[in-house]
């Protein structure tokens, strides 16, 4: 029917997003349209939701070609790439799909340690190329007797760390504010890291973090240090974090995140020390289905007036027009 709300995908290709919302709203894919301009011309006002997927940059521009949006739904927790505090200034509600990620990115940080510690990859290879038979793989690092700092003590970071306990590594963390909670607080990064020999970055991106993992943090963390980054690439100064791992300033580097995704610097890549993945923390069939779903179940609620379910906090949630 005429008032059926029109919505519209940009980035956003899961097959059962779209088959779910398409059984109540009208769908258009921007990536479909052969002139962008001229699609949001035409349609731009129609539009009263976005169905976007994570890492989709959702703009100052792009708003202003949807003067009648009332809600974004993105797909993953974090949500840098969207101009929030311009969507809070045009009255439009952003929600994002926290907490049904967690277990899986928390798992994958876990495994992504031990693969960093004990040279999971680096051993499967030596396997591959025959080099076992010439003799035994290289003695490694350990995880015993080690003490994990955790930057962002959000839902990732909290299960990040009751999955630590469960390996005997103490867990300390510094973000804005202290929690209440079993963990010990920095109330600055450096000492943090001056008290761990682990890092692992799950705080948020965007400007308030940006490069905040420098090279005087790498400093602090020390010889024996490995740093894991699950959040975004942006936190960590990669240009610093390349130099560290080259001179031996810290041991070694996970990451499944990176400043210019998905480009990955070469000398990053040329590194023994390092242990690198292509985003893959929430990207199993049962999260990302999860995720899926929460997604669309954000659209449902608020064109039913029953508000949004996951909203960030920095925009309103006033419900449907
Ligand atoms: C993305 C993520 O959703 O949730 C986040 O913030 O980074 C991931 O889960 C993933 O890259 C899918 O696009």
């Not at 804005?176 to 799950?202: E, M």
């Amino acid at each position: 029917s005429d008032d059926t709300p029109e919505i519209l995908l940009i980035r956003q290709t899961r097959p059962d997003v779209a088959e779910r919302l398409s059984q109540r709203f009208r769908l258009h894919r921007l990536e479909e349209a052969p002139d962008r301009d001229a699609f949001l011309t035409e349609v731009g006002p129609r539009i009263r939701g976005l169905a976007v997927g994570a890492m989709s940059p959702i703009d100052a521009a792009l708003f202003g070609q949807l003067p009648n949006l009332e809600i974004v739904s993105s797909f993953g927790v974090g949500y840098d790439t969207i101009d929030v505090t311009e969507a809070a200034r045009r009255g439009v509600c952003v929600t994002h799909t926290p907490d049904v990620l967690s277990d899986e990115v928390a798992d994958l940080a876990l495994g992504l340690l031990l693969a960093t510690v004990r040279r999971i990859p680096q051993a499967d290879r030596y396997l591959r190329e025959g080099r076992w038979r010439q003799g035994s793989f290289p003695l490694t690092a350990s995880l015993r007797a080690r003490k994990a700092g955790i930057l962002g003590l959000g839902r990732i970071g909290r299960a990040i760390a009751t999955r630590l306990e469960a390996f005997g590594v103490r867990v300390a963390y510094h973000g804005r504010n202290p929690q209440d909670g079993p963990y010990a607080y920095h109330d600055s990064l450096i000492g943090l890291a001056r008290d761990s020999d682990i890092l692992i970055v799950a705080a948020p991106g965007g400007p308030e973090t940006r490069g905040i993992v420098d090279a005087a943090v790498l400093e602090a963390l020390g010889a024996d240090g490995i740093v894991i980054n699950i959040a975004r690439g942006s936190v960590i100064d990669e240009a610093a974090l390349t130099a560290a791992l080259r001179a031996g300033t810290i041991l070694g580097a996970g990451l499944d995140v990176f400043e210019n995704e998905p480009h990955v610097p070469d000398d990053l890549a040329a590194l023994d020390n390092t242990v690198l993945l292509p985003h893959v923390g929430s990207g199993s069939h049962y999260t990302r289905a999860a995720m899926g779903r929460l997604l669309t179940d954000n659209l449902f609620a608020w064109f039913e007036g029953r508000g949004p379910l996951t909203p960030v906090p920095e925009t309103p949630v006033t419900g449907a027009r």
